[in-house]
């Protein structure tokens, strides 16, 4: 059994571990307001965004554009989008296992890394990588998301890559993040948008097909991986929110233990310098 000096110790290093997770927890939960405001203010426009482009490539016919042609090349492009710093629960590792637990084979994929704890796993497993944005994570600002995808879409004109796909961590509510690995180029097309789309008017375009293509499917590509920053930054912090309020109640119930713990062992300390000094007496007498 452990001595009262051993308990106490421990009880104290657990009271100042227990304010230090009370404390981060206050940081995310102020944090979260910031970022989950920003997510869901942004989110209606990316999610239209990105139905709307691929309602109007399904009316396209068939158009001749780098960037909707597949390509040869067996490599594809992942944008990792994970956080710089851990203590977040099961958030990195979740959005790490969305691409290791895919059918996209390690020796095919080309990372585009966003947040070194992603980086760093995934560097070890033997991913490849082509770039490092982590800076990017910490305040994502569009035009982090305009650079990330003029590299990856550069890749993917020049048959580097034959497919684009980001990864990353929806932001459902405060308390529920859903890792998710969504393919960008190719652009997959609804199979009710191209039924739609036999019965309508081919989508016509003005300048050219090509020319505006030129100009949408960046901006497309842009918007969806800067709407997936912010909604990571979000998760991010609702998951170390939760994280930190876990370990804060879990602080609170080993400190209550201790106590008792500590409380017991001082009470039987004290009964045996009692039945000792009795037994003296009784020995004087």
Known sequence: ??????IK???SSIASTQ???KAMKLVSTVKLQKTKARAERSKPYFDKMYATVTSMLAKSGTIEHPYLKPQDSKKKAVIMITSNRGLAGGYNSNVIKVLTGS???KEDVVLYSV???GREHLLRKGYQEAKDYSEAIENPMFHDAKEICQDVLNSYAAGEVGEIYVAYTYFKNTVVHEPTLLKLLPVEIDEADVEAAKDNILMNYEPE????????IPKYITSIV???LVESVASENGARMQAMDSATSNAEEMISKLTLQYNR???GSITQELTEIIAGAEAIS
Request: aromatic share 4%; proline share 0%.
């Open 1 to 6: 059994m452990a001595s009262m000096r051993d």
């Open 115 to 117: 947040g070194h704890k």
């Open 209 to 216: 097909a090509e020319e505006a293509l030129d100009v949408i």
């Open 103 to 105: 059918s996209l084979a």
């Open 19 to 21: 304010q230090i997770t």
């Open 265 to 267: 062992a001082r009470q």
């Open 226 to 228: 800067y709407g997936a």
């Open 9 to 11: 110790r421990r009880r």
